[in-house]
Nanobody, 118 residues
Framework: QAQLQESGPGLVKPSQTLSLTCTVS??????????WSWIRQPPGKGPEWIGY???????YYSPSLKSRTSISRDTLKNQFTLQLSSVTPEDTALYYC??????????WGQGTQVTASS
């Protein structure tokens, strides 16, 4: 069972790039058939899947966020990172990293609040 911990700035100014890191312990990012995702939940709304990076290092993004999203990894540090560019106040949300199979999330981080505001 993986342990995940999000980290990054809690406040980002509009038009800037949001950058969050998920540090993973107990399970390697390269474990076969494992997927590492970012999910967010805006205030008063349901969760929204942002994208994942898989065990081969291949990333896939939500079509609605694809143009602004990049997910990468550092296998030496066992971390994966979310970058979301050109943020607006609508990107204000609780951001989670999660791991699991292609069809289900199994382990979650505790979440980190990001506010996009000047």
């Amino acid at each position: 069972q993986a342990q995940l911990q999000e980290s990054g700035p809690g406040l980002v100014k509009p038009s800037q790039t949001l950058s969050l890191t998920c540090t993973v312990s107990r399970v390697s990012l390269t474990v076969s058939s494992w997927y590492w995702s970012w999910i967010r939940q805006p205030p008063g709304k349901g969760p929204e899947w942002i994208g994942y990076i898989d065990f081969t290092g291949t990333s896939y993004y939500s079509p609605s966020l694809k143009s602004r999203t990049s997910i990468s990894r550092d296998t030496l540090k066992n971390q994966f990172t979310l970058q979301l560019s050109s943020v607006t106040p609508e990107d204000t949300a609780l951001y989670y990293c999660a791991s699991g199979t292609y069809v289900s999330f199994i382990d979650w981080g505790q979440g980190t609040q990001v506010t996009a505001s000047s």
